[in-house]
């Protein structure tokens, strides 16, 4: 299909060339084969128009950018900087934050959003959760909730297109906090104080559009912006670390951005795990690419949390999705860059305990 789209620019770089243009076909069917399943014409129109970035847009760039500098880097790169938070009532947000924490949320009060996504380090499950272990939960890996709002679709199977309704699964279903939101409201409304909140928030005692807003207006607040890399791209040129800049030449070159890239490095389309080998044995084949934003903070990883280290998933990656079996220099060079995309928020640096 490139050649269609910009046959003239695609003959300039032969080595990345092939492979992005291997890459960009099996995206496209891939893209295809989930329009088809999914429907939905905004879904599709995003995926046209990020197939035409792709095909169009990053072979040119990466036979242009070998060595890049500050002045070239402003507006010509596959991932933008992670924005500040939208403006929001603040009084919502502290309220959503609150229910995110409060486990009267849940059905037998023991488990609060946080138990699962502690916003205080990563955003994800705690390594040593005994969460991890029990229940229908454990299918999946725990995602970070912060930049969540930034992915096109939630969740590894990118089955929720709203915030709104995943927030309602959350509470509900049995990976979640496994209480009915009806319940849940009546609950808040006995107490006395949620429910002054609520009034001072909302105007009225709480409901389920008023539960829902609150914790989705505090879940949109969740970014983190500020990352060394995102300095850079703004055009700190000291921001980066030989090495880590070398990283992020190797990410582009051997392809990795390919699948990971926009504001959330991932986060904006549907592949195949296990493209060329075999990656993850467990179901489901086709996943949203995951976000790579604050990724060597969120060990371990792939939706079966089987690679315990960022290089084992670096090198994973590598072979899995592009045929390519990675030296452990190039590993740690992308292993470092990937360090750079770690933000801040609250005034501390996502994964430290402030
Ligand atoms: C028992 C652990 C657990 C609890 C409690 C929990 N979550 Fe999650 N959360 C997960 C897991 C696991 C995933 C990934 C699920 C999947 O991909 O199917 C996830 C995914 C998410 C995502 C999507 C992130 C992304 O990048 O797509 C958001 C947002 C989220 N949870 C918010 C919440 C909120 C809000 C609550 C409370 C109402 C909550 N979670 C409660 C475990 C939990
Ligand atoms: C063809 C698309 C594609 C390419 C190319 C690709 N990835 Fe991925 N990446 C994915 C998908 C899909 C997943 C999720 C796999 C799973 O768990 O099912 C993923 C997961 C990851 C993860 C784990 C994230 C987490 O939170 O668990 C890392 C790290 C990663 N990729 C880095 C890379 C690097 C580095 C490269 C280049 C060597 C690369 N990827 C190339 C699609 C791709």
């Known amino acids: 299909m490139r050649w269609h789209i910009c046959s003239s620019k695609a003959t300039s770089s032969p080595d990345t060339n092939v492979w992005y243009g291997l890459l960009t076909t099996r995206m496209g069917l891939a893209a295809t084969r989930f329009s088809i399943a999914h429907g939905g014409s905004w879904g599709r129109l995003l995926l046209v128009v990020q197939l035409a970035v792709l095909v169009c847009g990053l072979p040119a760039r990466s036979s242009n950018s070998d060595v890049p500098n500050a002045v070239q880097v402003a507006g010509d790169e596959p991932i933008t900087p992670i924005p500040q938070p939208p403006a929001a009532d603040p009084l919502k947000v502290k309220l959503g934050e609150q229910l995110f924490n409060d486990p009267q949320l849940s059905r037998d009060g023991t488990r609060a959003c946080v138990a699962c996504h502690d916003t205080r380090t990563n955003g994800a499950k705690p390594p040593a959760s005994k969460l991890a272990q029990d229940g229908p939960e454990s ?15 939630l969740n590894w199977e990118g089955n929720f297109r709203t915030l709104e309704s995943h927030t309602l699964s959350s509470l509900e279903s049995p990976g979640g906090l496994q209480s009915p939101v009806n319940d849940t409201v009546t609950k808040l409304a006995a107490d006395a104080r949620t429910r002054s909140e609520f009034l001072v928030a909302y105007g009225h005692n709480p409901d389920p ?7 989705t207006v505090y879940e949109r607040s969740l970014l983190t912006p500020g990352s060394r890399f995102d300095l850079w791209l703004a055009g700190d040129t000291t921001a980066l670390s030989a090495q880590e800049l070398a990283g992020y030449q190797l990410f582009k070159s051997y392809g990795c951005v390919s699948c990971h890239q926009g504001v959330n490095v991932g986060g904006n389309l549907f592949e195949r795990q296990g493209v060329f080998h075999p990656l993850v044995a467990r179901k489901p084949e086709l996943v949203r690419v995951p976000s790579l934003r604050n990724v060597a903070t969120t060990p371990p990883y792939f939706h079966d949390g089987s690679a315990p280290t960022l290089e084992e998933a670096v090198r994973r990656m590598a072979f899995a999705q592009l045929n390519r079996t990675m030296p452990d220099r190039d590993i740690a060079a992308v292993a470092a860059f990937l360090g750079t995309l770690t933000g801040n928020y609250h005034g501390h640096r996502i994964g430290d305990a402030p």
């Open 139 to 153: 299918a999946f890996d725990a995602l970070t909730v912060f930049n969540a709002t930034l992915n096109f679709r």
């Open 209 to 215: 559009p008023s539960l829902l807003d609150a914790i």
